[in-house]
């Protein structure tokens, strides 16, 4: 289950029980649809107990499906990814080298805390 907060300063992807591939997708296609996801930074939370279902290879997916669905005036410059096991960020590290590698045109960081996400989200 997924749900999508706009704190005013960023947008907030909370995930929660198992989630799974189709489940991922869904939620990045909500992100892309939001009227703020151009122009706002976001911290995606998989929250302690969030079970993952997902392979690694999805991951590589994911971030295909973003580089095809970036605005083209976008003003947003980061996105975090926040995990509370060892597992998931090792994950989300894969992603984040996975982006780096094929030139996103933001930066994605993994965080196992959620203010210290919340706070780099905010840093110019």
């Known amino acids: 289950m997924h749900v999508i907060e706009d704190t005013g300063q960023y947008l907030r992807v909370l995930l929660s029980g198992s989630v ?41 997916d994911l971030i295909r499906l973003v580089k095809a669905y970036y605005p083209r005036d976008a003003t947003r410059k980061k996105t975090a990814i926040v995990t509370s096991t060892s597992t998931h960020y090792a994950m989300a590290h894969l992603l984040c080298e996975e982006a780096r590698q094929e030139r996103l045109l933001f930066s994605i960081h993994t965080f196992m805390d959620r203010a210290e996400a919340e706070k780099w989200l905010l840093e110019n």
């Not at 799974?20 to 990045?28: I, M, R, W, Y």
């Not at 107990?49 to 999805?58: I, Y």
Request: glycine share 2%; proline share 5%.
């Open 20 to 60: 799974d591939q189709s489940q991922l997708f869904e939620a990045l296609k909500e992100i892309f649809l939001h009227p703020e996801y151009p122009h706002k930074n976001s911290v995606w939370v998989f929250d302690e107990g969030c079970e993952c279902d997902f392979s690694s290879l999805s991951m590589f």
